[in-house]
């Protein structure tokens, strides 16, 4: 029986093991050092309370059927031997790796090392905490510097959140660029005017130089600020192993580290070309490939012709606080408004069901759209 060992149980590495271990003939070995996947595309609603942290976690021993999960890290991988390396000395052999670490949060900001982002689960549950202490005090400006995706989803998520509670507050966003989501350029206008109705004061095209304790320099000028979250982007976790790799693991047309063809690179710690720009750190992206592999696995196993892997992006949506979102399909038809983030949300909890099975989660759903800010633990 063939072994294969997955190293991470984001994205990438979790739907890979969902679909290889229905291959009887295929071990299948999840390394993990936590018990649950975490559907990271909500976690910025947990942040604020609109939903419970349960209701983005899936237990990995019980969703996932055949496969054995060590709760582990690897930190060491022989490409020659074929064996990886765990952080309780356990050496393990494989047959194919796929190696789905996923990324951390990238601070290049000096003064940003330690100011508090949004990457996981434990990282919103900290915002929620630092919101709350925020709402019983007197201070009243918060920026968040970077425009990404969690940047924009996070400061639109407060500012709903702090005009429930009838609270004046500052909210600044800092934009590197002069338009929000450089590659999709229906999408600026449209965020802007949702900012600017939810009292976020966008600074388009203002890059920010350096952050000192409260004080924000830009190269416009200096601001000063009672909160100050950063999410300037993400950098791969890469793994020590014979070979250096800089920025992730290039990977050739059928997701292998190029030069390793039993060895499988996903989601954020791999780099190829998409459309003539970086590879896309997206959950759908990781997704993707995860598919590609299981049936790239499958067709070596059985001896069949292998087909090269090609990225395809069906939609992006982006929330901009609680009622409205903006989405495209195919790059081509932008939908917005509260119809655009009814089914952002519907698809996402939909996916979640789909594993978790609990109607817990329907009951969570349900009442999220209806009230706002329900699950935020007021002491």
């Not at 996932?64 to 952080?87: A, E, M, P």
């Not at 924009?152 to 507050?169: H, P």
């Not at 067709?299 to 989405?327: D, M, T, W």
């Amino acid at each position: 029986m063939k072994r294969v060992i997955i190293i991470g149980g984001g994205f990438g590495g979790f739907y890979s093991a969902l679909g290889l271990e229905k291959e009887k003939n295929l071990e299948i070995i999840l390394v993990d050092p936590s018990n649950h996947f975490i559907y990271i595309p909500l976690i910025h609603e947990v942040s604020v309370g609109q939903i419970p942290k349960s209701a983005v976690k899936i237990n990995f021993n019980k969703a996932l059927k055949r496969t054995r999960h060590i709760k582990s890290r690897v930190i060491f991988i022989s490409f020659k031997d074929r064996r990886v390396k765990l952080d309780n000395n356990t050496k393990l052999s494989y047959d194919y790796l796929i190696i789905a670490c996923g990324s951390e949060p990238n601070k290049p900001i000096e003064g940003t090392g330690k100011l508090q982002t949004l990457k996981t689960l434990d990282d919103a549950k900290k915002i929620q905490k630092i919101l709350l202490d925020f709402i019983k005090t007197k201070k009243k400006s918060i920026c968040v510097i970077g425009e990404g995706a969690t940047g924009t989803e996070l400061i639109s998520e407060m500012a709903s959140l702090l005009s429930n509670f009838d609270k004046r507050v500052e909210l600044h966003h800092f934009l590197y660029f002069k338009r929000y989501f450089q590659s999709m350029p229906n999408f600026d206008i449209p965020i802007k005017r949702q900012m600017e109705k939810l009292g976020v004061i966008v600074h388009s095209g203002e890059p920010v130089k350096k952050v000192s304790r409260k004080e924000v320099i830009t190269e416009v000028g200096k601001y000063n600020f009672d909160l100050i979250f950063v999410s300037t982007g993400v950098k791969s976790n890469i793994i020590d192993t014979e070979i250096e790799f800089q920025g992730g693991y290039p990977i050739d047309n059928h997701c292998n580290i190029e030069g390793l063809e039993n060895v499988y690179a996903i989601g954020d710690v791999s780099k190829f070309d998409y459309k003539g720009d970086k590879s896309p750190k997206l959950a759908q992206a990781a997704e993707n490939q995860a598919n590609y592999i299981i049936k790239d696995i499958i067709r070596r196993e059985n001896g069949r012709k292998r087909k090269p892997f090609n990225l395809k992006i069906i939609a992006q949506f982006i929330s901009v606080g609680k009622n409205y979102a903006i989405g495209v399909f195919l790059n081509k038809l932008t939908v917005r408004g509260f119809f655009a983030w009814f089914m952002k949300r519907s698809f996402y909890f939909f996916e979640i069901f789909r594993r978790k099975k609990s109607f817990r989660l329907l009951k969570v759903y349900i009442l999220s759209m209806i009230f706002s800010n329900l699950f935020l633990k007021m002491d």
